[in-house]
């Protein structure tokens, strides 16, 4: 079975190579840590010390941010033991390291043998943590022959992988094994892992880690931003963040209206992905709307047109700046965004219908009337709605953070199983 799966991954690698390399040409992307994703462990993770080691591997940002509060007490509550996290993407790597320290970070290895065992040799795992559902066949097999526990946090199974998963259940319930305890977000999500083969008896609901994520520190540009607003006297300021292909364009067609009656409104747009900032630039001046870009930007006043932040890990922040924030991917069918992140600022969220990535969170913030969904022809009206009524504004941002704050308590008990597992012998 692990010989004919690495047999088509190795045949899917080889006919997607020309893609990896325009990716690699094109974006940059994928070049760095090519070494050590291949199998070579990098000599600043330093592990001359006999300290045992638990492996936490988060796959990018959102998973970073995650877990972050886990390893933070795994750290606290077993000193004995050295924390080392892994990531898949380029900016969860740039994350993860200033958040944990380069000596601890390193890019997960490919789903080979070849790639895995020396990870497995040099870092000798007694724990191994993996967020969410990063079920890697090849992987899993070699950390249990490895003697290392596996425990799956902050579980959760979208509606695209649930019918992707079931179609080889067969397959997965011998893969899924291997993991010694799964920590599921919620009931539908520990139901879902069942079905698929994961064993019943081993699944426990923990909660969402997401709910516990703090708001990070201000970086400069929030002041920077905030002071050229107030003395521009620009109002409202809307945050349109984590935006896809397909999505600006209705976004910048409701912001015009916005603009007629607010010529003082200002949207910061951030697209998800770096490699389309320049492609949204050109939007913008084919447009002819007036508009910054971060990179570019020298503190001058701002108001009456769009600041494009084309810029990495100042999205979270800046939602504290908004008037209402509009979370991406949700327009068109891409699943949608994570909606946490302006709600820690109390700040009203508008989505599109497509969230299907983050059903249950949005499900929540719907039942408890926090969150406005809207389709691309309501958003227009859903923005000057928002705008003008100043009480169904605050009340609907104070909601979401009200929701939030409810949600909180998946690390501590996430953290209990774990240190449950570390403490109980090996079955």
């Known amino acids: 079975m692990y010989l004919l799966y690495s047999a088509l991954l190795t045949l899917w690698l080889v006919v997607t ?32 010390s006999s300290k045992p080691v638990i492996w936490i591997h988060a796959v990018s940002v959102g998973e970073v941010l995650a877990v972050s509060g886990v390893a933070a007490k795994l750290g606290h509550r077993f000193p004995d033991y050295r924390v080392l996290v892994s990531t898949t993407t380029d900016t969860g790597q740039k994350l993860a390291r200033k958040r944990f320290g380069e000596e601890n970070v390193f890019y997960f290895p490919v789903d080979f043998a070849f790639a895995i065992r020396p990870y497995l040799r040099a870092l000798r795992p007694r724990l191994v943590v993996i967020a969410e559902t990063e079920f890697w066949p090849n992987f899993l097999r070699l950390v249990a022959q490895s003697g290392a526990r596996i425990a799956v946090v902050n579980a959760r199974i979208s509606d695209r992988s649930f019918h992707g998963y079931r179609r080889f259940r067969s397959w997965l319930t011998k893969i899924l094994k291997s993991a010694a305890v799964f920590l599921a977000q ?15 008896d081993r699944i426990e609901i923990t909660g969402n880690l997401k709910f516990d994520v703090s708001p990070p520190e201000p970086p400069p ?47 910061i747009l951030a697209p998800r992905h770096p490699e389309r900032f320049l492609q949204v630039a050109a939007l913008l001046e084919k447009l002819g709307m007036r508009f910054w870009r971060r990179s ?17 890990g100042e999205l979270a922040a800046l939602y504290s700046l908004a008037t209402l924030a509009f979370v991406g991917g949700s327009l068109v069918p891409q699943g949608g965004h994570n909606i946490i992140e302006p ?12 969230t299907e990535n983050f059903r249950d969170i949005v499900g929540l913030f719907q039942r408890r009337n926090a969150v406005r969904i809207v389709g691309p022809a309501e958003l227009p009206l859903a923005f000057m709605e928002l705008i003008s009524n100043e009480a169904e504004r605050t009340a609907l941002g104070r909601r979401g953070a009200e929701t939030l704050r409810d949600q909180a308590g998946a690390t501590g008990r996430t953290v209990a199983a774990l240190e449950k597992l570390l403490s109980s012998p090996a079955k």
């Not at 109002?235 to 916005?258: H, K, M, Q, W, Y």
Request: aromatic letters at 8%; charged letters at 20%; proline letters at 7%.
């Open 17 to 48: 190579l020309p893609y990896w390399f325009l990716q690699m040409g094109r974006h940059g992307k994928y070049r760095a840590g090519l070494a050590e994703r291949l199998g070579k462990v990098p000599k600043r993770l330093d592990l001359s």
């Open 186 to 200: 919620t009931e539908e999500d520990r139901r879902r892992l069942a079905e698929i083969g994961a064993p019943a």
């Open 221 to 267: 540009i929030v002041a920077s931003l905030r002071s050229s607003f107030e003395h521009a006297g620009a109002s409202p300021i809307l945050v349109c963040g984590s935006t896809v292909e397909d999505e600006e364009p209705l976004l910048l067609r409701a912001f015009e209206n916005v603009l007629a009656s607010h010529p003082r409104a200002v949207m």
């Open 296 to 312: 570019l930007w020298n503190g001058q006043p701002l108001a009456g047109g769009v600041f494009l932040l084309d810029s990495i």
């Open 343 to 354: 709600a820690q600022y109390g700040v009203p969220i508008i989505v599109g219908t497509h």
